[in-house]
Every structure is written in structure tokens, then in C-alpha cells.
């Protein structure tokens, strides 16, 4: 059973949290926003004000005059206060972003990686990436807390370990999360791509953005799943797969060792120039997605998808429109990644920020306090098994 130090130290870092996720969606705020927002005590607002201007991530901004009545102190969010790095390792690139507090963009750099890549030639990648990226941006030094990498699966989140990434001959029961907190000398939050990718996708969309699934197509196919408002990773940490999922029982064998997958069908029209046919193939996958799991949120990423937007989004529009049942009453919203092709890095620098400054909740849950409303915000991806 957690000690009661251990459980005031839960409702601290939730309470931390639940104030930088609410302030990183307004320019400035003051204590009786925080309140009507978060259901908290005005007491218990200003201590937590007080604690995260200590540690540099808040500063007062002016007052407010509102009409009769003590002037309100205004604070806002430190942007640069903290960062994290993310690293987004596809079959032939790395992708390294470095994000600040509220998740934006600061500085983003690819790397072709080495034909058939060892975890060396990938360690090697990122610790040089790294180094320039922290050299371009010399404030980052020392307030970078950790890094995030979105990996090609299939892996084991709570383990950190890469089990049998599809495609890649050397990658196999790698303990990637380790080796790297090694190498780096920071914290490392190893995730699939596309649940990284998902994180990213919640972070920019705002609290309606509660069931989603982010369908990315780069060099294979992928979904990350985002229910009841948090990162979906399955039972043994490998939900996503979603290429590998049989549209045609005597079909070409994929790479997965089963005949007839989403992945290889879609793969080999786009090859031969098929483009709408592999949109197709893509969007009867989505349909029967949907089906499974019934999200209102489809968001389309991957730099393979992304070269053409328009033709995979008609088609996977038309087909939820005259394939899913009743969409009168079950509407699904299409969009296209916002972040583009930092989309997957990005989420995984999100993912570090969150474990650290982000609502702690448990599995499956919202956290209940003693006089304190229960507050569902979207920046909540399950922190790390180790946080």
C-alpha cells in the first residue's frame, strides 16, 4: 500500500500538472481562472502557483483591473522553461525535434540512416543529433528532461524493449530504452511510433479529442489509438498494428508471415502507381477500424500518406460516409496530421513532458480528491511503467 508521503506526493504532481496543462492553453491567466477550471481551493491554487514559480516554469505577467475590487495577478507559462527531445526511427531516417513546455516545434533535423542499421549505427545517430540540436539552441542545455523515441514495432513498452521490429533484421529483443539512458545521460521514454504519433495529435486538439485513432502510412501502416481521453496500448503493450490486420485471405504473403494484410495490399498499388486503389485499401481498413473501436476522430499522418492528402482523405471520407452505419448518429471527423512530418517525434518529445509535467492518473481512472473536481484533460498519455 503507498505511504501517505507517497500518495501527498501523487495529488502534488497531479495538481502541478493539472495548472501547466490548463495554463499551456491560454496566453495568461489569473488564481480564479485556475479554480473555476480545475475545481481547486483558491488556498491550494496559490501554493501551487508559488511552487512552479520557484522552479522557473510560471512568472507573474501584470495585474488585472476588473471594475470594483483588488486587482488579479496575472501569470503565464514559461515556454522555454523546459524541453524534450524526440526521435522518431523509421526503416531508413531518424528524425530528431526539440519542443519546448507547450509542445511547439523549436528545431527539427533528419538523418539517413545506414542501409540494414544496427541499434549502434541508431545510438550513434541520436547522440550526434542530439548534440546539434542542444548546440543550436544553447538555453535547452540543462533543462532538457528527457528524451522520447517513437519506434518502428512490434516492442514492449513496459520494458522498454524492441521485440521484432517488422523490416528490420537486427532489431530483435533490443532493450533500446536502456542503451539509450546510457548513451544519452538523460531519461528515455521508449513508445511505438503511431502512439507517439496519437500523443502529438491529442495535445494540439483540446479536450473533445477523447477517442481517436491516428492511421499513419510511412514505409508501413500503422494506428495509434487514443480512448476514453488516453494512450490505448493493449495487454502486452502492442496494440497498433494495424497494417497487419487480413483484408484478403489468398492474398500476397507480407512481411508479418499472414497472406493477404492491409499493409501489403496498400503497399503494392501505390508501387504500381494505383494510388486511389490504395487509398481504398486503406480506407476499408479504417471502416472496419472504426467498427472495432468506434472512435470520432480519424487523424491521416506518415510522409507517405501526407504526399497526397487529399486523394487518402476523400477516400477514407467517402467510405466512413457510405460504408459505417448510421453516420447520422455516429459521425467520424477526418483530419490530417497538424504537425506534418515531425508528427511522430513531436509526440514522443510530448510523451517525456508529460510523464514529467503532465496529470498523474491511475490506469483506467480520474483521480478523486477530497473537494476537488475531477478535471479530463486530453494531455494525459499514460506516464511511463518506471515514472
Known sequence: ????????????????????????????FDRASIVAASGLTPQAVSKILARLIEHGLIVPAGIRRQGIGKPANIYELVPTSRYAIGAHVARHTLRLVLVDLTGTVRSSAVTRLPADFTPQHLLHAVVAGIAALVGEHPDSAGRTVGVGIGMVGPLDFANGIVRDAHRLRHWHDIPLRDLAEAAIGLPVHLDKDVTAGVTAAAWRSGTAFTDAALIMVESGIGAGLWLDGRAYRGAHTNAGEFGHTVLQLDGPPCVCGRNGCLEILHDRAAAAGDLPTAARILAAGIVNL??????????????????????????????????????????????????????????????????????RMTPGRTPERSGQVAVKMTARPEAAARS
Open 1 to 28: 500500500m503507498p505511504s501517505p508521503a507517497a500518495n501527498l506526493d501523487l495529488i502534488r504532481d497531479h495538481n502541478d500538472g493539472l495548472l501547466i496543462a490548463i495554463a499551456r492553453a491560454t496566453p495568461t
Open 290 to 359: 472504426l467498427q472495432t473501436v468506434d472512435v470520432d476522430h480519424v487523424v491521416l499522418a506518415g510522409t507517405d500518406l501526407l504526399a497526397h492528402p487529399e486523394v487518402y482523405r476523400t477516400a477514407v471520407e467517402h467510405a466512413i460516409r457510405t460504408e459505417v452505419p448510421h453516420p447520422d448518429w455516429l459521425p467520424v471527423e477526418v483530419l490530417l496530421s497538424g504537425t506534418g512530418a515531425d508528427t511522430i517525434a513531436a509526440g514522443a518529445a510530448m510523451q517525456v513532458l508529460d510523464a514529467r509535467y503532465g496529470l
